[in-house]
């Protein structure tokens, strides 16, 4: 732990660390969904569908790599047990038990939107207490805005794909 980089956070550590916790959860959990939905992925335009997964999954634990970062800095411990992710999670894990292109990308839109609902309430939580998290929060939810949209278009092109008069 830095002692005066942690001083200088404007807000409860505690509290902060709580919700680093959790969202290192979520981006474990939303790492798996995304890794194992890219093996299993199956139906139209799955090469295309595949590409996005399988970015979205390393993208996703890049973010844990962040915040895993951020929380040892403050002093705090990253969550050590898999199981105790599920406790911690706000955004939950979708099961990707049905392979089909379709259900896989509607389950990953929600995930995203999950995601997108918690940074922005810790970028308002930090912004002015602590710039260093903020900063490193605005990265990833920058990359969570392109993952929602990333998959609302593959879903878009679906839709017409197979759209029928
Ligand atoms: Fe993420
Ligand atoms: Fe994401
Ligand atoms: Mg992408």
Partial sequence: M??????????????L???????????WLAYYQYWLGAKICKGPMKEAVITELEQHATEELGH????TGRIIQLGGTPITKPEDWYKWTNCGYDAPDDPFVKTLLEQNIKGEQCAIGVYKKL?????????????????IIQQEVEH???????????ELMTRRK
Avoid: C, H, W
Wanted: glycine content about 6%.
């Fill in 2 to 15: 830095g002692t005066k980089g942690t001083e200088i956070v404007g807000m409860d550590v505690e509290e």
């Fill in 17 to 27: 660390l709580d919700l680093l916790n959790r969202a290192y959860s979520d981006e």
């Fill in 64 to 67: 844990a790599l962040l915040l």
């Fill in 123 to 139: 970028m308002d939580k930090t912004m002015n207490a602590d710039p260093i998290t903020y900063n490193i929060v605005l990265q």
């Fill in 148 to 158: 929602e949209e990333d998959l609302q278009s593959l879903l878009e092109d679906f």
